[in-house]
């Protein structure tokens, strides 16, 4: 693999990137927002009962801040196999390189998509009803509720604003 390897984590992987991380920086890509859109039937739902994860999904005018993660040279050829292991259990995200803009300059960084056309794919729900799932929700890596949290946790602890999630985080914990 020539150059570094850049990943780009708007949910779980900010808290859990899963490999080891030479630089993060804080970026914004173009074009996207984070939504709790895609049902989670392996790590925070099952079949029977579908949790709800997050995914960039396309949007006109919108953006999306989150962490972007230089993965340690040596480890790109492991961490890019943990990464589609993690996060193509299913067909729903689709592994994509888009720029991040960071203050210390654009990097093109690998990132994961929701699949519109997919089944698993729900971004019309509202923010009740996604609270509703969340507070409700388990699968293989715990309560829906937790990835939640700690979601929201740490990108307070960034600095990154999501009104939407910072709401559904007080939202869950009142249906608790």
Known sequence: ?????????YGSLIWDPGFP???????????WHRS?????IHHRGTAVN??????????DGASCQGVAFRVVPGAEAEALAGL??????????????LRVETEAGPVEALTYVIDPDHVQYCGRLDLDEQARIIARA??????????????????AELGISDP?????????????
Do not use: K
């Open 84 to 97: 589609r292991e993690r996060e193509l259990v299913s067909s729903a995200y689709l592994e994509t390189v």
């Open 138 to 155: 388990h699968g293989g890596r715990g309560p829906n509720r937790d990835y939640l949290w700690a979601t929201a946790a740490h990108l």
């Open 21 to 31: 991380v030479a630089e993060q920086r804080i970026g914004r890509v173009a074009g």
């Open 1 to 9: 693999m020539h150059g570094s390897l850049w990943v780009f984590g």
């Open 164 to 176: 939407d999630l910072e709401w559904l985080a007080r939202r869950v914990r009142s249906l608790c």
């Open 36 to 40: 709790f859109c895609m049902r989670s």
């Open 50 to 59: 579908p949790g709800l994860v997050l995914a960039l999904d396309r949007a």
